[in-house]
C-alpha cells in the first residue's frame, strides 16, 4: 500500500489548493445532508408539538429558511466538489503522466523498446487512469466521511445527549470501519484478476482486429476466438464476484445504518421518557443517524477497487532498475586527430547475453565523411548504434566522440543524434513535430529541411506546414513518414548523425536524393549508417562490412 500512498501524494501536490476546495466541498455536501435531515426532523417534531398554536407561537419561517438555505446549498456544493476535484484529479493525472514519463528516462534502452509494444502501452494507459480512484473514490471520501462523523459527534453530544452522540459515531465507526475493511481485504485478489482478464481480452481483441486477415486465411479465426472467449468468462467470473461481494456489503452496511438508527431511535425514547431530553430535539439523533448513512455509499466502491488500484500504483511508482554505463578513464592511445567518432577495439553483445555479437571492431570517422555499416539482419548494428549513442554499455573496447570516451562526455546529446529504425512522430502539425528538434524554429529553415529530404511538395500538396497528422504521425505514407523524421533530425545540425536503416521503405532515386539532400544540409557532419541497401551503400564515402567481425565461439 505504500505505492497508494505514493500517488495520494504526487496527485495532491499536483493541484494542492484544488484539491482542498474540492475536500472542503465534499464535506460541506455531507454536512449540510446530516444537518438538512437533522433540521427537518427537528421542525417536523417541533411543530407537530405545537399543534394549533404554531401559527400563534411558533415561529416556522427561519426554520423554513434554514431547510431551504441548507438543500439548494448541498446541491450547490455537490457541483461545485464534482467539478473542482475531477478538474484537479485530470489534471493531476497530466502531471502524474509526466512524471511516468520522466521516470521511464531512467530505464535502459532495452527495457523501452519492451514498452512500445500495444500489451505495454495499453497496460500504462489503464494503469494512470485506474489512479484517478486513489483521490476520487478514495481519500476524499474517507476524509469527508471522518470529519462528517466528527462535526456530527460534537452537534449531537451538544444538542441531545452524550450516549446518542456515542451511539452514532461508535456504531457508524467500527460497524461500517470492519465492513469496508473487510470488502477491501476480500476485494484484492478478485479486482485484480478483473483487470488482469480485461487488459488481455483488450489486447486480444485488437490483435484478432488487425490480424484478421491472416487469422481467416489460415483457418484460425476459431481458435482465437475460444481464446478470447476464455478470457471474457475469466473477467466476467472475477468481476461476478466483486459485485457478490459489493452487494453482500451493500446489504450489511443497510442492516449497520437501520441498527444505528434504531439505537439512536430507543435511546432518544428513553430519554424524552424520562424528561431528560426535548422530544424535537430528540429527533435531531434519530435523523443525523439516518443522514450519515450517505458517508459509507461512496466509500463501497472504492474499496472495491482497491486491489486494481493497488497493482497500478505498483507498476507506476515502479523504481528503473540501474543501468548505469561504466566511466572508463582517458584512452592510453591519442585519439585520431581531427575524427568525429572513433571506435577502439570494441566488442558488444544483446543486453542479456553472454555470446558476444561483434568483436574487436574499430573504424574512425571524419568530418564530412559517410560510412556505411553492412551487415545481415540480426549481425548487431541497431545493438552497435545504441552503443555509439551512449544508450548502452560495450562489452569491452571504447568508443570516443570528439576524442572523449561517449559514455563520460559532457554535451553528447548536443553533438550526436540517432535515428532509429522505429522513430515517433506525434499528434499534431507538421510544424510543430519538427519544431521537437528546434524550439524557436522558423519556417523557412522547416521548409529547407522537408526539401533537403525531398518532402517539400509532399507537405506543400497537403497543405503546408499546418498539415495536421493524427496519432503516430497518422495521415503520411511509410516513407513519408520515415523522411519527416530524417527531416526533423537534420535541424538539429549535430556532428554525428547515426542513421540505421535511413531509407527504408523509398525507391532507389528517392533514397539517392534523399541522402545527398541530407549531406548538403550538413556538409560537415559525420554519418554513419546501418545499411543493407545499394543506394546507401553507393553514397556512402566508405563501406564496412561487419560480417568481418562477428564473434565465433
Known amino acids: 500500500m505504500r505505492q497508494l500512498w505514493q500517488v495520494l501524494r504526487l496527485l495532491w501536490k499536483a493541484e494542492p489548493w484544488a484539491m482542498w476546495r474540492g475536500a472542503a466541498l465534499a464535506v460541506a455536501v455531507l454536512g449540510m445532508g446530516a444537518a438538512l435531515l437533522g433540521l427537518s426532523g427537528w421542525f417536523i417534531t417541533a411543530t407537530g408539538i405545537a399543534g394549533v398554536a404554531v401559527g400563534i407561537a411558533f415561529d416556522v419561517f427561519r426554520p423554513s429558511a434554514g431547510v431551504r438555505f441548507l438543500a439548494l446549498g448541498r446541491a450547490g456544493a455537490r457541483y461545485g466538489e464534482r467539478l473542482l476535484t475531477h478538474d484537479a484529479t485530470l489534471r493531476a493525472l497530466a502531471?502524474?503522466?509526466?512524471?511516468?514519463?520522466?521516470?521511464?528516462?531512467?530505464?535502459?534502452?532495452?527495457?523501452?523498446?519492451?514498452?512500445?509494444?500495444?500489451?505495454?502501452?495499453?497496460?500504462?494507459?489503464?494503469?494512470?487512469?485506474?489512479?484517478?480512484?486513489v483521490v476520487l473514490r478514495l481519500a476524499l471520501p474517507v476524509a469527508a466521511a471522518l470529519i462528517t462523523h466528527a462535526g456530527a459527534f460534537v452537534a449531537l453530544w451538544a444538542l441531545t445527549s452524550h450516549a446518542i452522540a456515542a451511539s452514532v459515531a461508535l456504531g457508524y465507526l467500527i460497524g461500517g470501519g470492519v465492513v469496508l475493511w473487510r470488502v477491501g481485504r476480500a476485494t484484492l485478489d478478485p479486482s485484480s484478476?478483473?483487470?488482469?482478464?480485461?487488459?488481455?481480452?483488450r489486447q486480444g481483441a485488437i490483435g484478432l482486429f488487425r490480424g484478421r486477415r491472416e487469422a481467416i486465411l489460415q483457418g484460425t479465426l476459431p481458435r482465437w476466438r475460444a481464446g478470447l472467449d476464455a478470457t471474457e468468462a475469466e473477467a466476467r467470473a472475477a468481476m461476478d464476484r466483486l459485485d457478490a461481494i459489493d452487494t453482500g456489503a451493500g446489504m450489511i452496511l443497510s442492516a449497520i445504518v437501520a441498527l444505528v438508527t434504531a439505537s439512536a431511535f430507543a435511546l432518544a425514547g428513553l430519554l424524552v421518557a424520562r424528561d431528560a431530553l426535548d422530544p424535537a430535539l430528540a429527533a435531531i439523533g434519530v435523523f443525523v443517524a439516518l443522514a450519515l448513512a450517505e458517508t459509507l455509499v461512496p466509500l463501497r466502491r472504492g474499496m472495491a477497487e482497491i486491489g486494481r488500484m493497488r497493482d497500478a500504483a505498483a507498476r507506476v511508482m515502479a523504481e528503473p532498475a540501474p543501468h548505469a554505463l561504466p566511466q572508463r578513464s582517458s584512452p592510453a592511445l591519442p585519439a585520431v586527430p581531427g575524427a568525429v567518432l572513433e571506435v577502439r577495439n570494441l566488442s558488444l553483445a544483446r543486453p542479456g547475453w553472454t555470446r558476444l555479437l561483434l568483436h574487436d571492431l574499430s573504424f574512425h570517422v571524419?568530418?564530412?565523411?559517410?560510412?556505411?555499416?553492412?551487415?545481415?539482419?540480426?549481425?548487431?548494428?541497431?545493438?552497435?548504434?545504441?552503443?555509439?549513442?551512449?544508450?548502452?554499455?560495450?562489452?569491452?573496447?571504447?568508443?570516443?566522440?570528439?576524442?572523449?570516451?561517449?559514455?563520460?562526455?559532457?554535451?553528447?546529446?548536443?553533438?550526436?543524434?540517432?535515428?532509429?529504425?522505429?522513430?515517433?512522430?506525434?499528434?499534431?502539425?507538421?510544424?510543430?513535430?519538427?519544431?521537437?528538434?528546434?524550439?524557436?524554429?522558423?519556417?523557412?529553415?522547416?521548409?529547407?529541411?522537408?526539401?533537403?529530404?525531398?518532402?517539400?511538395?509532399?507537405?506543400?500538396?497537403?497543405?503546408?506546414?499546418?498539415?495536421?497528422?493524427?496519432?503516430?504521425?497518422?495521415?503520411?505514407?511509410?516513407?513519408?513518414?520515415?523522411?519527416?523524421?530524417?527531416?526533423?533530425?537534420?535541424?538539429?545540425?549535430?556532428?554525428?548523425?547515426?542513421?540505421?536503416e535511413p531509407t527504408e521503405g523509398l525507391d532507389g532515386a528517392t533514397a539517392r536524393q534523399v541522402l545527398a539532400g541530407i549531406r548538403d544540409f550538413l556538409p560537415q557532419a559525420a554519418i554513419v549508417t546501418a545499411s543493407?541497401?545499394?543506394?546507401?551503400?553507393?553514397?556512402?564515402?566508405?563501406?564496412?562490412?561487419?560480417?568481418?567481425?562477428?564473434?565465433?565461439?
Do not use: C
Not at 120 to 129: M, P, Q
Not at 470 to 479: M, P, Q, T, Y
Open 95 to 133: 502531471r502524474l503522466r509526466v512524471t511516468l514519463l520522466a521516470r521511464l528516462e531512467g530505464y535502459a534502452m532495452p527495457d523501452l523498446r519492451r514498452l512500445r509494444g500495444a500489451a505495454a502501452l495499453t497496460r500504462i494507459t489503464a494503469d494512470v487512469d485506474a489512479l484517478d480512484g
Open 193 to 201: 484478476r478483473a483487470e488482469t482478464a480485461m487488459q488481455a481480452l
Open 366 to 500: 571524419m568530418p564530412g565523411e559517410t560510412l556505411a555499416l553492412r551487415g545481415e539482419s540480426g549481425v548487431g548494428k541497431s545493438t552497435l548504434f545504441d552503443v555509439l549513442a551512449g544508450l548502452a554499455p560495450a562489452t569491452a573496447g571504447e568508443a570516443l566522440l570528439l576524442g572523449t570516451p561517449v559514455e563520460s562526455h559532457g554535451a553528447l546529446r548536443d553533438t550526436l543524434l540517432l535515428v532509429p529504425q522505429r522513430a515517433a512522430l506525434l499528434s499534431g502539425t507538421i510544424f510543430e513535430n519538427l519544431a521537437l528538434a528546434a524550439p524557436g524554429l522558423s519556417e523557412d529553415a522547416a521548409w529547407a529541411a522537408l526539401r533537403a529530404v525531398a518532402l517539400g511538395d509532399d507537405i506543400a500538396a497537403r497543405g503546408g506546414l499546418g498539415a495536421v497528422l493524427g496519432e503516430g504521425g497518422a495521415g503520411l505514407s511509410g516513407g513519408q513518414a520515415r523522411r519527416l523524421v530524417l527531416a526533423r533530425a537534420i535541424l538539429r545540425r549535430p556532428a554525428l548523425l547515426l542513421l540505421d
Open 532 to 553: 543493407h541497401r545499394l543506394a546507401e551503400l553507393e553514397t556512402a564515402d566508405h563501406v564496412l562490412s561487419l560480417e568481418s567481425y562477428i564473434h565465433v565461439s
